[in-house]
DNA sequence: CGATTCTTTGAAAACAGTCAATCTGTGTGG
DNA sequence: CCACACAGATTGACTGTTTTCAAAGAATCG
């Protein structure tokens, strides 16, 4: 892990003299791809943007915690899982570079998070108190068409999932899986996307063997 | 289903001189109590609105349309579902009364839709079509608060939905409807929430049998 | 290297799906 | 009004998939 640390600590001080500036970029290039705003209100947005560090396995939200942000993925990987009576770990969803993530229920509602959220490899994030970014989308109305349509997105892509569950077995929502995140498949244990999934390890397992035999016959 | 037909001709006599305003009067309700819009404003919304009857059984989008349109229920219930190749089908949701329905993603992209949405009752629905809903969105801040936010909750609720799919048994995931839409329970076949549920209607039959047991033991 | 975590494998049990038959209620036509 | 057809629900026997529990085998990290 301090490799890791290491390594990135170069990168920085080769590509920028401040860290934090480098961070940001990847943020301000996010939101000039994605919507319209101009240079000023970009100075706005960055005046309210938090940077934080994680590091593996560290929470970002931790369940019985009220979320007050919106986190916007530098670096790094983040699930969102809840642990049932049994222990058993639901993993609702993940989220990697230019994702945002967050409990938008808790948010919302002010009410304690059912979820926890948190880091399967160091992380660099983006938090944006509610209060500010309520006021950055009434400021600026191109932030505003950003959110909603990265929400419609999110609910889109949720329909699209619940679609798997109603109609799909274990082996064909895995090939689905590898179809839609190949980039995760690399980045994530496999016991976690058998958890994305709704299978057990086990059988996320067999499913492979299965279906490697299946495509290589001989 | 011509009784009801008469039924309800005879209500709207009694009602309202014209049928359609009592139908609007119902749409304008609910955005008055969902949204801070003037009544300017709802002259404005309403120029806009189509009314629509369908009929039991009857189509408002079917596999392959591109689907155009914002709908409102005004009375009614209706589904949107899919068919696999065995031509069994997946229910992704059920609508009445108050409720929104449509295909967001082949509204926002153009693409034929995947889903089905028909009519479980007859009912009665507004139609808003894509351009003039934008409209409304830009013109009237107010509307497009009221529409983010259901954007919003309807996410909520479908990641509440995936949890359910990930971390419930078939006989939890029926306890958990029953609890959250009593009133569906009723007015919807079983083997339609069975499907809702993710699984066939041979198991969710077991499943209640079950379950009534276990509640009455004697 | 040693410890931990993750993955694989096996055997048995629980769970849900399939297919076919029967039962129930509803509405239709004779 | 009755007999019938039809759709929906239930039941039974069977099959298949997935889970569970336990153990052994990789892989990873400090």
Chains 1, 2 share one sequence.
Not at 26 to 34: G, L, S, V, W
Not at 89 to 94: A, D, K, Q
Not at 153 to 159: E, G, H, N, V, Y
């Amino acid at each position: 892990m301090y490799k890791a640390g290491l390594f990135s600590l170069i990168l920085h001080a080769i590509a920028s003299p401040s860290k934090s500036n480098n961070v940001f970029e990847a943020f301000r290039k996010y939101i000039r791809e994605k919507s319209n705003v101009t240079e000023e209100d970009l100075v706005q947005i960055e005046a309210v943007c938090q940077y934080k560090k994680l590091r593996k396995r560290q929470y970002l939200l931790q369940e019985g915690d009220v979320w007050k942000y919106n986190a916007f993925i530098v670096k790094g990987c983040l699930r969102t899982y809840t642990v049932d009576d049994k222990g058993n770990e639901h993993i609702l969803n993940f989220a990697t570079e230019n994702w945002w993530t967050g409990d938008r229920e808790s948010l919302q509602t002010g009410n304690p998070s059912a979820y926890n959220i948190d880091a399967l490899e160091d992380a660099e994030i983006i938090l944006i108190t509610k209060t500010n970014f309520d006021q950055l989308c009434n400021d600026i109305p191109a932030f505003n068409d950003m959110v909603n349509a990265i929400l419609q997105r999110s609910f889109i892509a949720s329909q699209s999932r619940i679609h798997t569950f109603l109609s799909l077995s274990a082996e064909e929502k895995y090939q689905a899986f590898l179809q839609k995140y190949p980039q995760l498949v690399m980045r994530v244990p496999q016991g976690m996307i058998a958890s994305y999934l709704g299978v057990t390890p086990e059988t996320l397992s067999r499913v492979r063997k299965q279906s490697s035999k299946g495509h290589r016959p001989s």
